[in-house]
Every structure is written in C-alpha cells, then in structure tokens.
C-alpha cells in the first residue's frame, strides 16, 4: 500500500511589486475571515477567493491549495510568536527567571486575544504538522528556548538544557491553549500566566541547586 504524499505547502511565487503584495495580503486576510468563520473543515479556496473579491485563479497565483494558504497563516503565527519569544528570553538586562515569568505571561496574553484563530489553525494542523516547513520552523523556536536554558542554567549538562527547554516549551503551549480557550477576561489569563511562571521558575531553580550537573 503506498503512503499517501504530503500536500505542496509551500507558496508559488513571491509578490514582486506593490500591487501584488497587496493582493497576497488581502487573501491571507480573507482566509482569517473565513477560517475563523467556517472552520478549517469548511475552509476551501473558492471561499477565501470569493471573500477575498478575487478570481480562484489569481490565488493559485501565489498558493497551489487550501493547505498553503493554512500553512502560511500557521506560520506568520509561529514567527510572530517566536520573534516574541526570542525578544524576551534574550533580554540580558533582567534576570532570566524574571524574563521566564515575562514570557509566559505575554504568551498567554497573546494565546487569549487570539483564541478563535488560533482553536481553528489547531483543527488545521494536521494537514501540515509533518511537514519539513512545519519542522523548521519548530525546530528554530525550540533552538531559542535552548540558548535560553544554557544561560540561565550555566552548570547543567546540554541534555539537561534541550529537556529544560522541551519541558517549558511544550507546558506553555498546552497550559495557553486551555487557558485561552476557557478564560473570561485578561485578568483571568494574567493569574494563570503569574501561577504558571511561578511553578516553572521554582523548578529551574531546584535544576539549579541539583548536585553533578555536569557530564
């Protein structure tokens, strides 16, 4: 039985000038419209066309099917995220467990004001998740983390850094899905975020004080 192929995710061409810029960013935003609208199983070109005020053809200019267009949204998500992340962690004037507690907190913040995108991005995944495109960009955020862990744990061995970085990483992204799925109001995002900092803070500091760290 042969396995079925991964779909193309990759976009087609770049915008070159303004006009057509304009065309990919109106379609990016009607595909918001209509993810968050209809859900990704609903989702199609068609719709994202007609939305967007442009013919089908004039898309597949730009992206071959409906998971490039999904793929793309996922991944300007990603990189808003993780250029946010990175912000953050590398800030060298406070000290990384305050910049720790910092980064949870917008992240949850940013998971909240983005739930509806964000739940039905979630639904869409897996027509994307495996892919080399979906893992570069994972890999790179999970790279940041990383370095982060090996600053703020300066004697632990670099298998204690990469799980250290996992171990946070993976909490932030499970804990802000629910949260910001079930919250009523920022203030309610924010006590979660202050407790969730907190726990993670006081386990980086008993990594800390564990004796032998060093391979």
Not at 84 to 105: E, G, M, N, S
Not at 117 to 136: K, Q
Request: net charge neutral; proline share 4%.
């Amino acid at each position: 039985m042969k396995s079925r192929s991964s779909p193309e995710i990759s976009a087609r061409k770049r915008p070159q000038q303004e006009r057509s810029s304009r065309l990919v960013a109106d379609i990016l935003e009607a595909a918001i419209r209509v993810l968050v609208r209809e859900g990704a199983r609903r989702f199609t070109t068609a719709r994202v066309a007609e939305e967007a005020g442009v013919s089908v053809g004039s898309l597949y200019q730009y992206f071959p099917n409906k998971e490039a267009i999904l793929f793309r949204l996922q991944a300007d998500e990603w990189r808003q995220t993780s250029d946010l992340i990175a912000t953050l962690l590398a800030d060298t004037k406070r000290a990384p467990l305050d910049r720790l507690r910092a980064t949870v907190r917008e992240f949850f913040r940013t998971e909240y004001e983005e739930a509806a995108l964000r739940v039905a991005l979630g639904d869409a995944a897996p027509l994307y998740r495996d892919a080399p495109e979906a893992v570069t960009l994972k890999a790179a955020t999970m790279k940041q983390a990383h370095a982060f862990m090996a600053e703020a744990l300066p004697d632990a061995t670099d298998e204690t850094h990469a799980f250290a970085a996992e171990f946070v990483m993976t909490s932030m992204a499970v804990l802000g899905e629910h949260v910001s799925g079930d919250a009523h109001s920022k203030a309610e995002v924010d006590r979660w975020a202050v407790a969730m900092g907190d726990m993670l803070c006081a386990w980086l500091d008993q990594l800390s004080r564990q004796p032998r760290l060093k391979s």
